[in-house]
Protein backbone atom coordinates (compact mmCIF):
# COMPACT_ATOMS: atom_id res chain seq x y z
CA UNK A 1 0.00 0.00 0.00
CA UNK A 2 2.91 2.08 0.80
CA UNK A 3 4.73 1.54 -1.98
CA UNK A 4 2.05 1.88 -4.80
CA UNK A 5 0.84 5.38 -2.66
CA UNK A 6 4.95 6.26 -2.78
CA UNK A 7 4.46 5.64 -6.65
CA UNK A 8 1.79 7.67 -7.15
CA UNK A 9 3.23 10.43 -5.22
CA UNK A 10 6.73 9.82 -7.61
CA UNK A 11 4.57 9.90 -10.67
CA UNK A 12 2.54 12.60 -9.92
CA UNK A 13 5.69 15.26 -9.03
CA UNK A 14 7.51 13.78 -12.37
CA UNK A 15 4.10 14.75 -14.16
CA UNK A 16 3.74 18.13 -13.10
CA UNK A 17 7.48 18.66 -13.64
CA UNK A 18 7.60 16.96 -17.01
CA UNK A 19 4.53 19.32 -18.42
CA UNK A 20 4.75 22.60 -17.65
CA UNK A 21 1.57 24.06 -19.31
CA UNK A 22 -0.87 26.33 -17.20
CA UNK A 23 0.24 28.07 -14.51
CA UNK A 24 2.68 26.86 -12.01
CA UNK A 25 5.32 27.02 -9.52
CA UNK A 26 8.54 24.74 -9.53
CA UNK A 27 11.36 25.09 -7.62
CA UNK A 28 14.85 23.65 -8.30
CA UNK A 29 18.14 23.44 -5.93
CA UNK A 30 20.95 23.49 -8.55
CA UNK A 31 24.49 23.76 -7.99
CA UNK A 32 24.30 27.67 -7.45
CA UNK A 33 21.25 28.74 -7.00
CA UNK A 34 17.98 28.24 -5.23
CA UNK A 35 15.75 28.87 -8.91
CA UNK A 36 11.79 29.62 -9.08
CA UNK A 37 10.39 29.11 -12.10
CA UNK A 38 6.75 30.65 -12.00
CA UNK A 39 4.40 30.80 -15.18
CA UNK A 40 1.08 32.50 -14.74
CA UNK A 41 -0.85 33.09 -18.20
CA UNK A 42 2.07 33.36 -20.82
CA UNK A 43 5.02 34.89 -19.07
CA UNK A 44 7.27 32.68 -17.37
CA UNK A 45 10.10 34.03 -14.29
CA UNK A 46 12.88 32.80 -13.24
CA UNK A 47 13.37 33.97 -9.75
CA UNK A 48 16.62 33.42 -7.31
CA UNK A 49 16.35 33.35 -3.86
CA UNK A 50 17.98 35.55 -2.59
CA UNK A 51 18.55 37.58 1.29
CA UNK A 52 15.18 39.44 1.80
CA UNK A 53 13.76 37.27 -1.08
CA UNK A 54 13.61 36.35 -4.65
CA UNK A 55 15.61 38.10 -7.13
CA UNK A 56 13.99 38.41 -10.17
CA UNK A 57 16.39 37.26 -13.04
CA UNK A 58 15.15 36.84 -16.04
CA UNK A 59 10.93 36.59 -17.39
CA UNK A 60 9.87 35.69 -20.70
CA UNK A 61 5.80 35.95 -22.68
CA UNK A 62 6.14 32.70 -24.69
CA UNK A 63 2.95 34.38 -26.38
CA UNK A 64 5.85 37.29 -27.83
CA UNK A 65 9.16 35.82 -27.01
CA UNK A 66 10.18 38.92 -28.79
CA UNK A 67 9.04 41.07 -26.40
CA UNK A 68 11.52 42.32 -22.96
CA UNK A 69 9.53 41.39 -20.49
CA UNK A 70 12.34 42.63 -17.94
CA UNK A 71 12.95 46.29 -17.47
CA UNK A 72 16.86 46.29 -17.81
CA UNK A 73 16.79 44.36 -21.31
CA UNK A 74 15.37 47.13 -22.79
CA UNK A 75 18.22 49.56 -21.46
CA UNK A 76 20.87 46.71 -22.68
CA UNK A 77 20.58 48.04 -26.28
CA UNK A 78 22.24 51.27 -24.80
CA UNK A 79 24.89 48.97 -26.74
CA UNK A 80 23.33 50.31 -30.05
CA UNK A 81 24.66 53.94 -29.48
CA UNK A 82 28.30 52.99 -29.40
CA UNK A 83 28.35 50.27 -31.68
CA UNK A 84 25.56 50.59 -34.01
CA UNK A 85 26.39 47.13 -35.78
CA UNK A 86 26.79 44.02 -32.97
CA UNK A 87 28.18 41.36 -35.28
CA UNK A 88 29.75 39.19 -32.74
CA UNK A 89 28.31 39.48 -28.84
CA UNK A 90 29.59 37.79 -26.01
CA UNK A 91 26.82 37.75 -23.04
CA UNK A 92 28.32 36.43 -19.68
CA UNK A 93 25.04 34.91 -17.78
CA UNK A 94 22.20 33.64 -19.41
CA UNK A 95 19.59 33.80 -17.37
CA UNK A 96 16.28 33.02 -19.12
CA UNK A 97 17.85 34.36 -22.46
CA UNK A 98 15.19 37.22 -22.21
CA UNK A 99 17.39 39.70 -24.13
CA UNK A 100 18.75 36.82 -26.70
CA UNK A 101 14.79 36.61 -28.80
CA UNK A 102 14.87 40.21 -29.76
CA UNK A 103 18.77 40.79 -30.46
CA UNK A 104 18.75 37.03 -32.68
CA UNK A 105 15.44 38.42 -34.43
CA UNK A 106 17.06 41.72 -34.91
CA UNK A 107 20.12 40.99 -35.95
CA UNK A 108 19.86 37.44 -37.52
CA UNK A 109 23.70 37.46 -38.85
CA UNK A 110 25.35 38.05 -35.48
CA UNK A 111 26.72 35.77 -33.63
CA UNK A 112 25.65 35.81 -29.53
CA UNK A 113 27.82 33.60 -27.65
CA UNK A 114 26.70 33.24 -24.01
CA UNK A 115 28.64 32.22 -20.96
CA UNK A 116 26.35 30.65 -17.97
CA UNK A 117 27.75 28.94 -14.99
CA UNK A 118 25.22 27.37 -13.91
CA UNK A 119 24.26 24.32 -16.09
CA UNK A 120 20.78 23.96 -14.66
CA UNK A 121 20.01 27.46 -15.68
CA UNK A 122 21.08 26.46 -19.02
CA UNK A 123 18.65 23.70 -18.61
CA UNK A 124 15.43 25.21 -17.53
CA UNK A 125 16.09 28.13 -20.01
CA UNK A 126 15.51 25.78 -22.84
CA UNK A 127 12.83 23.23 -21.16
CA UNK A 128 10.69 25.90 -19.83
CA UNK A 129 11.62 29.14 -21.25
CA UNK A 130 11.44 28.27 -24.69
CA UNK A 131 15.09 29.08 -25.35
CA UNK A 132 16.18 27.05 -28.15
CA UNK A 133 20.17 27.44 -28.96
CA UNK A 134 21.35 27.54 -32.33
CA UNK A 135 24.80 28.09 -34.33
CA UNK A 136 24.27 31.84 -34.03
CA UNK A 137 23.27 31.60 -30.74
CA UNK A 138 25.59 29.07 -29.08
CA UNK A 139 25.86 28.52 -25.24
CA UNK A 140 29.28 27.54 -23.29
CA UNK A 141 28.65 26.47 -19.64
CA UNK A 142 31.61 28.09 -17.93
CA UNK A 143 32.49 30.27 -15.21
CA UNK A 144 32.37 33.69 -17.50
CA UNK A 145 36.00 34.39 -15.85
CA UNK A 146 37.02 31.32 -17.39
CA UNK A 147 35.80 31.73 -20.65
CA UNK A 148 37.28 35.37 -21.33
CA UNK A 149 40.57 34.33 -20.18
CA UNK A 150 40.58 30.77 -22.47
CA UNK A 151 38.80 32.33 -25.23
CA UNK A 152 41.08 34.40 -28.00
CA UNK A 153 38.47 35.90 -30.21
CA UNK A 154 37.13 39.62 -30.13
CA UNK A 155 33.79 40.41 -29.65
CA UNK A 156 31.63 44.19 -30.63
CA UNK A 157 29.50 43.93 -27.56
CA UNK A 158 30.40 42.29 -24.42
CA UNK A 159 27.56 42.14 -22.00
CA UNK A 160 28.41 40.82 -18.48
CA UNK A 161 24.94 39.96 -16.47
CA UNK A 162 26.37 37.20 -14.27
CA UNK A 163 24.25 37.25 -10.96
CA UNK A 164 24.01 34.65 -8.95
CA UNK A 165 21.02 34.86 -6.05
CA UNK A 166 21.29 38.34 -7.04
CA UNK A 167 24.78 39.47 -6.65
CA UNK A 168 27.67 38.81 -8.68
CA UNK A 169 30.75 36.38 -8.28
CA UNK A 170 33.52 39.56 -6.78
CA UNK A 171 35.90 37.51 -9.37
CA UNK A 172 33.91 38.89 -11.54
CA UNK A 173 34.33 42.57 -10.33
CA UNK A 174 37.79 43.57 -10.23
CA UNK A 175 39.95 45.86 -12.42
CA UNK A 176 42.21 42.69 -13.76
CA UNK A 177 38.75 41.13 -14.64
CA UNK A 178 37.89 44.19 -16.69
CA UNK A 179 41.16 44.68 -18.43
CA UNK A 180 40.64 40.91 -19.73
CA UNK A 181 37.18 42.03 -21.04
CA UNK A 182 38.65 45.03 -22.69
CA UNK A 183 41.58 42.77 -24.36
CA UNK A 184 39.02 40.92 -25.40
CA UNK A 185 37.04 43.81 -27.35
CA UNK A 186 37.62 45.19 -30.52
CA UNK A 187 38.89 48.50 -31.05
CA UNK A 188 35.73 50.13 -31.11
CA UNK A 189 33.65 47.39 -29.05
CA UNK A 190 31.70 48.39 -25.92
CA UNK A 191 31.79 46.87 -22.63
CA UNK A 192 27.85 46.78 -20.86
CA UNK A 193 27.52 45.92 -17.28
CA UNK A 194 24.54 45.36 -15.11
CA UNK A 195 24.51 46.80 -12.00
CA UNK A 196 22.70 47.29 -9.14
CA UNK A 197 22.57 50.80 -7.82
CA UNK A 198 22.41 52.04 -3.80
CA UNK A 199 25.16 50.42 -2.17
CA UNK A 200 28.31 51.14 -1.79
CA UNK A 201 29.45 48.34 -4.27
CA UNK A 202 27.93 50.39 -7.01
CA UNK A 203 30.22 53.15 -6.78
CA UNK A 204 33.40 50.76 -6.15
CA UNK A 205 31.87 49.18 -9.60
CA UNK A 206 31.77 52.38 -11.21
CA UNK A 207 35.49 53.37 -10.09
CA UNK A 208 36.48 49.86 -11.03
CA UNK A 209 35.41 50.05 -14.52
CA UNK A 210 36.94 53.56 -14.83
CA UNK A 211 40.02 52.76 -13.82
CA UNK A 212 40.43 50.82 -16.99
CA UNK A 213 37.85 52.37 -19.23
CA UNK A 214 38.57 55.63 -20.55
CA UNK A 215 35.04 56.57 -21.05
CA UNK A 216 31.75 55.39 -19.05
CA UNK A 217 28.10 56.29 -19.71
CA UNK A 218 25.38 55.16 -17.34
CA UNK A 219 21.87 54.11 -17.82
CA UNK A 220 19.33 54.09 -15.05
CA UNK A 221 16.37 51.46 -15.38
CA UNK A 222 13.12 53.80 -15.37
CA UNK A 223 12.05 52.76 -11.82
CA UNK A 224 14.28 50.13 -11.03
CA UNK A 225 17.34 49.81 -9.10
CA UNK A 226 19.36 48.33 -12.12
CA UNK A 227 21.97 50.83 -13.62
CA UNK A 228 23.22 50.10 -17.06
CA UNK A 229 27.24 50.71 -17.82
CA UNK A 230 28.40 51.65 -20.99
CA UNK A 231 32.31 51.70 -21.73
CA UNK A 232 34.66 51.98 -23.89
CA UNK A 233 38.39 51.45 -24.40
CA UNK A 234 39.82 54.41 -26.62
CA UNK A 235 39.35 58.03 -25.24
CA UNK A 236 38.40 59.73 -29.03
CA UNK A 237 35.87 60.34 -30.57
CA UNK A 238 34.32 61.52 -27.49
CA UNK A 239 30.93 59.59 -26.52
CA UNK A 240 29.89 60.33 -23.06
CA UNK A 241 27.49 62.93 -25.02
CA UNK A 242 24.68 62.04 -26.17
CA UNK A 243 24.18 65.01 -28.83
CA UNK A 244 27.20 62.51 -30.29
CA UNK A 245 25.19 59.45 -30.19
CA UNK A 246 23.82 58.19 -33.91
CA UNK A 247 19.84 59.07 -33.83
CA UNK A 248 17.57 56.34 -32.67
CA UNK A 249 16.10 56.34 -36.41
CA UNK A 250 19.04 55.08 -37.94
CA UNK A 251 19.70 52.41 -34.95
CA UNK A 252 16.21 50.98 -34.63
CA UNK A 253 14.90 47.99 -36.87
CA UNK A 254 11.53 47.06 -37.60
CA UNK A 255 11.18 44.33 -35.10
CA UNK A 256 12.00 47.05 -32.22
CA UNK A 257 8.48 48.47 -32.90
CA UNK A 258 6.12 48.17 -30.01
CA UNK A 259 9.08 45.85 -28.27
CA UNK A 260 12.05 48.09 -27.70
CA UNK A 261 11.92 52.37 -27.59
CA UNK A 262 15.66 53.19 -27.88
CA UNK A 263 14.34 57.03 -27.49
CA UNK A 264 13.15 56.17 -23.95
CA UNK A 265 16.45 53.98 -23.70
CA UNK A 266 18.34 57.48 -24.41
CA UNK A 267 16.40 59.08 -21.78
CA UNK A 268 17.65 56.94 -19.48
CA UNK A 269 21.19 58.44 -19.57
CA UNK A 270 21.86 59.95 -16.55
CA UNK A 271 25.47 61.84 -15.12
CA UNK A 272 28.08 59.39 -13.13
CA UNK A 273 27.38 60.00 -9.15
CA UNK A 274 31.48 61.60 -9.70
CA UNK A 275 31.85 62.59 -5.80
CA UNK A 276 30.63 59.11 -4.56
CA UNK A 277 33.08 57.82 -6.78
CA UNK A 278 35.97 59.51 -5.53
CA UNK A 279 34.93 58.69 -2.19
CA UNK A 280 35.29 54.42 -3.40
CA UNK A 281 38.00 51.53 -3.98
CA UNK A 282 38.92 49.66 -6.80
CA UNK A 283 38.08 45.93 -6.44
CA UNK A 284 40.75 44.22 -7.18
CA UNK A 285 41.61 40.53 -7.05
CA UNK A 286 43.61 41.02 -3.85
CA UNK A 287 40.82 43.15 -2.56
CA UNK A 288 37.60 42.62 -3.76
CA UNK A 289 35.19 42.55 -0.20
CA UNK A 290 32.52 42.56 -2.22
CA UNK A 291 29.65 40.85 -0.15
CA UNK A 292 30.17 43.27 2.41
CA UNK A 293 29.39 46.24 -0.11
CA UNK A 294 26.19 44.59 -0.29
CA UNK A 295 24.78 43.90 -3.50
CA UNK A 296 21.50 43.28 -2.15
CA UNK A 297 20.13 46.51 -1.13
CA UNK A 298 18.56 47.63 -3.91
CA UNK A 299 17.44 44.64 -6.52
CA UNK A 300 14.73 43.92 -9.29
CA UNK A 301 12.93 42.00 -6.52
CA UNK A 302 9.68 43.59 -6.59
CA UNK A 303 8.66 44.88 -10.43
CA UNK A 304 9.96 44.12 -14.04
CA UNK B 1 51.37 30.19 32.57
CA UNK B 2 52.89 27.38 30.48
CA UNK B 3 49.30 26.22 30.09
CA UNK B 4 47.90 29.43 29.03
CA UNK B 5 50.95 30.14 26.47
CA UNK B 6 50.52 26.09 25.24
CA UNK B 7 46.46 26.53 24.63
CA UNK B 8 46.95 30.18 22.94
CA UNK B 9 49.27 29.09 20.44
CA UNK B 10 47.14 25.96 19.63
CA UNK B 11 44.07 28.41 19.13
CA UNK B 12 46.74 30.40 16.90
CA UNK B 13 47.28 27.75 14.60
CA UNK B 14 43.95 26.46 14.43
CA UNK B 15 43.17 30.14 13.77
CA UNK B 16 45.52 30.10 11.26
CA UNK B 17 44.31 26.52 9.35
CA UNK B 18 40.88 28.10 8.58
CA UNK B 19 41.65 31.24 7.77
CA UNK B 20 43.99 29.92 5.15
CA UNK B 21 41.28 28.28 3.62
CA UNK B 22 39.44 31.27 3.26
CA UNK B 23 42.37 33.05 1.72
CA UNK B 24 42.79 30.23 -0.77
CA UNK B 25 39.38 30.61 -2.02
CA UNK B 26 40.78 34.19 -3.04
CA UNK B 27 43.75 33.66 -4.46
CA UNK B 28 42.02 30.77 -6.32
CA UNK B 29 38.91 32.76 -7.24
CA UNK B 30 40.35 34.69 -10.52
CA UNK B 31 41.70 31.93 -11.97
CA UNK B 32 39.36 29.71 -11.58
CA UNK B 33 36.28 31.51 -10.57
CA UNK B 34 34.42 30.32 -7.07
CA UNK B 35 31.98 27.56 -7.85
CA UNK B 36 31.53 24.86 -6.12
CA UNK B 37 33.98 22.53 -7.93
CA UNK B 38 36.47 25.28 -6.81
CA UNK B 39 35.53 24.63 -3.40
CA UNK B 40 35.39 20.67 -3.44
CA UNK B 41 38.72 20.87 -4.46
CA UNK B 42 39.89 22.93 -1.82
CA UNK B 43 37.87 21.23 0.94
CA UNK B 44 39.48 18.48 0.36
CA UNK B 45 42.82 19.39 -0.15
CA UNK B 46 43.09 21.12 3.38
CA UNK B 47 41.28 17.60 4.74
CA UNK B 48 43.97 15.60 3.48
CA UNK B 49 46.33 17.97 4.58
CA UNK B 50 44.76 17.65 7.65
CA UNK B 51 44.81 13.68 7.65
CA UNK B 52 48.51 13.18 6.73
CA UNK B 53 49.62 16.04 9.03
CA UNK B 54 47.99 14.19 11.72
CA UNK B 55 49.18 10.48 10.93
CA UNK B 56 52.66 11.80 10.50
CA UNK B 57 52.37 14.01 13.29
CA UNK B 58 51.74 10.66 15.11
CA UNK B 59 54.50 8.72 13.98
CA UNK B 60 57.18 11.97 15.15
CA UNK B 61 55.15 12.52 18.38
CA UNK B 62 56.43 8.55 19.33
CA UNK B 63 60.20 9.21 18.40
CA UNK B 64 62.59 9.05 21.17
CA UNK B 65 63.25 12.44 21.88
CA UNK B 66 66.02 13.71 20.53
CA UNK B 67 64.39 12.69 17.08
CA UNK B 68 61.15 13.95 18.14
CA UNK B 69 62.77 17.09 18.23
CA UNK B 70 64.46 17.14 14.96
CA UNK B 71 61.20 15.69 13.51
CA UNK B 72 59.43 19.25 15.26
CA UNK B 73 62.20 21.28 13.83
CA UNK B 74 61.91 20.04 10.21
CA UNK B 75 58.03 20.04 10.14
CA UNK B 76 58.40 23.50 11.39
CA UNK B 77 60.86 24.75 8.70
CA UNK B 78 58.72 23.06 5.88
CA UNK B 79 55.61 24.67 7.33
CA UNK B 80 57.01 28.07 6.99
CA UNK B 81 59.06 27.58 3.90
CA UNK B 82 55.93 26.00 2.02
CA UNK B 83 53.66 28.86 3.28
CA UNK B 84 56.62 31.26 2.28
CA UNK B 85 56.31 30.04 -0.93
CA UNK B 86 52.91 30.68 -0.91
CA UNK B 87 52.26 34.01 0.30
CA UNK B 88 55.39 35.50 -2.23
CA UNK B 89 55.17 33.16 -5.66
CA UNK B 90 51.55 31.86 -5.32
CA UNK B 91 49.74 34.53 -7.59
CA UNK B 92 52.70 33.82 -10.28
CA UNK B 93 52.39 30.11 -9.79
CA UNK B 94 49.06 30.39 -10.51
CA UNK B 95 49.55 32.33 -13.61
CA UNK B 96 51.43 29.61 -14.64
CA UNK B 97 49.43 26.41 -13.53
CA UNK B 98 46.37 28.01 -15.50
CA UNK B 99 48.45 28.29 -18.54
CA UNK B 100 49.93 24.80 -18.18
CA UNK B 101 46.55 23.38 -17.29
CA UNK B 102 43.54 23.90 -19.46
CA UNK B 103 41.74 21.47 -17.52
CA UNK B 104 40.28 23.36 -14.58
CA UNK B 105 39.81 20.08 -12.66
CA UNK B 106 43.92 19.23 -13.20
CA UNK B 107 44.86 22.86 -12.62
CA UNK B 108 42.62 22.98 -9.38
CA UNK B 109 44.54 19.90 -8.33
CA UNK B 110 47.83 21.09 -9.03
CA UNK B 111 47.14 24.56 -7.69
CA UNK B 112 46.08 22.86 -4.31
CA UNK B 113 48.37 20.55 -4.11
CA UNK B 114 51.53 23.01 -4.48
CA UNK B 115 50.15 26.08 -2.37
CA UNK B 116 48.45 24.69 0.41
CA UNK B 117 48.85 20.63 0.85
CA UNK B 118 52.02 21.25 2.28
CA UNK B 119 51.96 23.90 4.80
CA UNK B 120 48.24 22.76 5.64
CA UNK B 121 49.75 19.03 6.63
CA UNK B 122 52.94 20.14 7.95
CA UNK B 123 51.56 22.73 10.47
CA UNK B 124 48.83 19.47 11.21
CA UNK B 125 51.61 17.55 12.26
CA UNK B 126 51.42 19.42 15.90
CA UNK B 127 48.37 18.08 16.39
CA UNK B 128 49.60 15.02 17.96
CA UNK B 129 52.60 16.70 19.17
CA UNK B 130 50.56 18.89 21.37
CA UNK B 131 48.47 16.02 22.69
CA UNK B 132 51.95 14.51 23.61
CA UNK B 133 52.82 17.64 25.39
CA UNK B 134 49.79 17.63 28.17
CA UNK B 135 50.17 13.51 27.90
CA UNK B 136 53.29 13.76 29.33
CA UNK B 137 52.07 16.22 32.03
CA UNK B 138 49.95 13.74 33.44
CA UNK B 139 46.76 14.80 31.10
CA UNK B 140 45.10 11.20 30.43
CA UNK B 141 45.82 10.59 26.52
CA UNK B 142 41.99 10.64 26.16
CA UNK B 143 41.23 13.94 27.62
CA UNK B 144 44.02 15.58 26.14
CA UNK B 145 43.11 14.39 22.75
CA UNK B 146 39.87 15.63 22.95
CA UNK B 147 41.23 19.13 24.77
CA UNK B 148 43.78 19.58 22.41
CA UNK B 149 41.34 19.27 18.68
CA UNK B 150 38.53 21.03 20.84
CA UNK B 151 40.37 24.29 21.41
CA UNK B 152 42.15 23.74 17.92
CA UNK B 153 38.53 23.43 16.35
CA UNK B 154 37.25 26.68 18.50
CA UNK B 155 40.85 28.63 16.84
CA UNK B 156 39.36 27.30 13.59
CA UNK B 157 36.12 28.76 13.78
CA UNK B 158 37.51 31.98 15.27
CA UNK B 159 39.68 31.92 12.03
CA UNK B 160 37.25 31.33 9.61
CA UNK B 161 35.08 34.42 10.92
CA UNK B 162 37.83 36.52 11.96
CA UNK B 163 38.85 36.36 7.97
CA UNK B 164 35.80 36.22 6.52
CA UNK B 165 33.89 39.40 8.38
CA UNK B 166 36.96 41.40 9.61
CA UNK B 167 40.03 40.63 7.74
CA UNK B 168 39.08 40.20 4.12
CA UNK B 169 37.01 42.96 4.13
CA UNK B 170 39.45 45.17 5.11
CA UNK B 171 42.74 44.09 4.28
CA UNK B 172 44.18 43.06 1.26
CA UNK B 173 44.33 39.42 0.76
CA UNK B 174 48.27 39.58 0.02
CA UNK B 175 48.49 41.74 3.11
CA UNK B 176 46.77 38.81 5.04
CA UNK B 177 48.93 36.39 3.44
CA UNK B 178 52.15 38.85 5.22
CA UNK B 179 50.17 38.53 8.13
CA UNK B 180 49.78 34.71 8.34
CA UNK B 181 53.22 34.05 7.05
CA UNK B 182 54.92 36.03 9.90
CA UNK B 183 52.06 34.38 12.47
CA UNK B 184 52.46 31.10 11.78
CA UNK B 185 56.51 32.30 12.17
CA UNK B 186 55.69 32.84 16.02
CA UNK B 187 53.11 30.73 16.49
CA UNK B 188 55.60 27.59 15.62
CA UNK B 189 58.56 29.24 17.29
CA UNK B 190 57.44 29.73 20.59
CA UNK B 191 55.35 26.09 20.26
CA UNK B 192 58.62 24.43 19.48
CA UNK B 193 59.77 25.99 23.12
CA UNK B 194 56.77 24.76 24.71
CA UNK B 195 57.40 21.12 23.22
CA UNK B 196 60.77 21.14 24.42
CA UNK B 197 60.11 22.44 27.95
CA UNK B 198 60.88 19.90 30.53
CA UNK B 199 58.07 17.82 32.71
CA UNK B 200 57.20 18.08 35.87
CA UNK B 201 58.26 14.78 36.64
Known sequence: MKTSLLCGLALFVTSVQAAPSGDYVERYDTLYNSLTIERVGSVVEMRARAHGGEALESAVDLSDPLKLVIAYSHTLFSGLFFQPTPARVLMIGLGGAGFHRLFTAAYPQALLQTVELDAKVFELCQSHLGFKPTAQTPVAVLDGRLFVKRNREKWDWLILDAFRGGFVPPHLKTEEFYRECAARLEDRGVFISNLHSGTELFYSDLKTIQAVFPQVVMFQTAGRGNVIVCAVKYRSPVVTDPARWPATATLARPLFAGRLDLDAVRQEHGALPLTSIRAARVLTDDFAPVEFLDAMKTNNTKNR | ?201
Do not use: K
Open chain 2, 1 to 201: MLNFAFYLVVVTLGILSMGFQLLGSRLLSPHFGSSIVVWAWLISTFLAAFSVGSMVGGWISNLPAERRHRGQWIAAAIALSSLAFTVIGGRAALDQIELTFPVTGTGLLVSCASLFFVPVAALSCFGPQCVQFLAARGTPPGQASGLVYGVSTLGNIAGVMLTAFALIPNFRVSTLLYGWLIVAAAGLVALLRLLRAPTAS
